[in-house]
């Protein structure tokens, strides 16, 4: 049976149906509406004010490629300048190639592109070595957890670099009902409560953040870059095998098999709870090393780092680690249910920065 | 009776790397007693063309959720899915939508 007529148009035949409004629309007339949900999305919000300098978390992926072109073309109309910001974490023959991809993108947009790697900015420690230093630790996720705290880490320094006023990442609906599950899978009150909203305003120093996309849905991000044949890198790290986000994403998939709007209405729950008293986290503090928001006396970054340091990576994210105050395990993980997190903003696994990996 | 088919078949998003890094294939697929289906290219893509790891392309009888097909650059979902009758010189694309972004 042929495809039924677009519903906007009324000229070319319907390309897909929107998941929320089960709308029929051509190629064109579905990209037209996507880039005007995304501005509607950073109006409503005031994500991104007149005269912003906002630095892109750039991985090459398909998320942020979506995210800077849709960006580019709206930028006019915002009144903001736009940077592009890429993460080298020193994944071998991962990392090389998606940086190839951004800086093919950055050329053909002509954007101004800084690259930080995590070898300069963190004492040499690129994701290999840690990942050396974390294995046969029993707990093969452990990189990922590094990673995503540091990755968070490096985008803040990139951006400051680059004198960016805002930092947006591409995170999109399934990320965002991922990372919802994932929470409450491990019982993560804290993150819960702190993983809602729009973006997080920058508390303790730190640029405010925000995710464009995060209301569309991963497919239609997709349908989106085939639809305006944009080029993107598309390869799994060679570390995300083994995150837990995996079974979140699976659970997700299921979900939306029987019901399309699964993941914006996941994301839609949570930002309506409410914690009981008991689940609420204390108000956090500054990092006793670099000043950052803190919960413990070290905030996540520099606690991680410092078990690197001393050869020790496992006690950094277990239990019992020595010089830390009494308030409970640390760490990510896995957190256990009342663990206030060191860092503000974002939930578990979604640490604000470019990538999206399957991390923790 | 139906005639041989000749259909374009198209990997992406990663999808490729299951068929060797090959993004395009023109496929011909020959006569059979019913028309063909999008359910019978996916048996066929299976034996045919599936390089590896069938579990991470195909699910039951279906394709792995979380892998979009368009044919003739229309989502799958408009014309019937797994029981889409191919036409011959139809282009059938598989994105893959699973890693970071």
Redesign the interface.
């Known amino acids: 049976?042929?495809?039924?007529q677009c519903f906007s148009c009324h000229a070319a035949?319907?390309?897909?149906?929107r998941p929320r409004s089960g709308q029929?629309l051509c190629?064109p007339c579905f990209c037209t509406a996507f880039e005007a949900e995304v501005l509607h999305t950073v109006l409503a919000g005031r994500l991104l004010p007149p005269g912003a300098v906002v630095a892109v978390g750039a991985?090459g992926?398909?998320?942020?490629?979506?995210l800077a072109h849709v960006l580019r073309e709206l930028a006019p109309q915002l009144g903001v300048s736009l940077r592009l910001v890429a993460v080298d974490e020193g994944i071998g023959g991962y990392r090389d190639a998606a940086l190839a991809a951004v800086r093919r993108q950055a050329a053909r947009w002509d954007l101004p592109l800084t690259v930080v790697a995590y070898a300069d900015l963190f004492g040499g420690w690129t994701m290999d070595a840690v990942a050396r230093s974390t294995a046969g630790t029993g707990r093969s996720r452990a990189c990922c957890t590094f990673c995503g705290v540091l990755r968070r880490r490096a985008l803040e320094e990139g951006a400051r670099l680059v004198g960016a006023t805002h930092i947006v990442t591409?995170h999109?609906a399934d990320?965002m009902a991922e990372t919802v599950l994932m929470n409450f899978l491990r019982g993560d009150a804290g993150r819960l409560a702190r993983g809602g909203g729009l973006g997080s305003r920058g508390e303790g120093g730190a640029l405010p953040r925000c995710r464009p996309l995060q209301l569309a849905s991963?497919?239609e991000?997709?349908?989106y870059a085939?639809f305006r044949r944009l080029d993107?890198f598309?390869?799994?790290?060679v570390y995300?095998p083994e995150a837990f986000r995996g079974h979140a994403?699976?659970l997700l998939?299921?979900l939306?098999?029987a019901r399309p709007s699964a993941a914006l209405d996941l994301v839609h729950s949570a930002e309506r709870l409410a914690l009981a008293p008991a689940a609420r986290p204390p108000p956090p503090g500054a990092c006793s090393r670099c000043g950052a928001l803190a919960s413990r006396s070290l905030c996540q970054a520099c606690a991680l780092l410092d078990g690197l340091q001393r050869g020790q990576p496992r006690l950094a994210i277990g239990k019992g680690r020595g010089g830390r105050d009494k308030e409970g395990p640390p760490g990510p993980l896995p957190p256990p249910p009342s663990d206030p997190e060191s860092a503000p903003g974002p939930a578990a696994g979604e640490c604000g920065a470019a990538?999206?990996?399957?991390c923790e | 009776m139906a005639a041989p088919l000749s259909v374009e078949v198209e990997f992406?998003?990663?999808a490729e790397?299951l068929f060797d890094g090959v993004k395009k294939h023109q496929v011909t697929l020959p006569g059979q007693e019913e028309p063909w289906v999008i359910r019978d290219l996916l048996v066929w893509i299976k034996k045919n063309l599936l390089k590896e790891r069938p579990e991470l392309f195909i699910q039951g009888d279906s394709v792995r959720?979380?892998i979009?097909v368009?044919i003739n650059?229309?989502?799958w979902?408009?014309?019937?899915e797994l029981d889409y009758q191919l036409q011959d010189q139809d282009s059938i694309l598989f994105?893959?939508?699973?890693?970071?972004?």
């Open positions: 049976m042929p495809a039924p035949r319907a390309a897909l149906r029929a190629g991985s992926g398909k998320d942020s490629t979506v591409g999109n990320d991963q497919k991000v997709v349908l085939h993107y598309s390869e799994e790290c995300a994403r699976d998939k299921l939306e098999a990538c999206k990996e399957r | 992406g998003g990663g790397l959720p979380g979009l368009l650059d229309a989502d979902e408009l014309l019937g994105i893959s939508t699973l890693h970071g972004g």
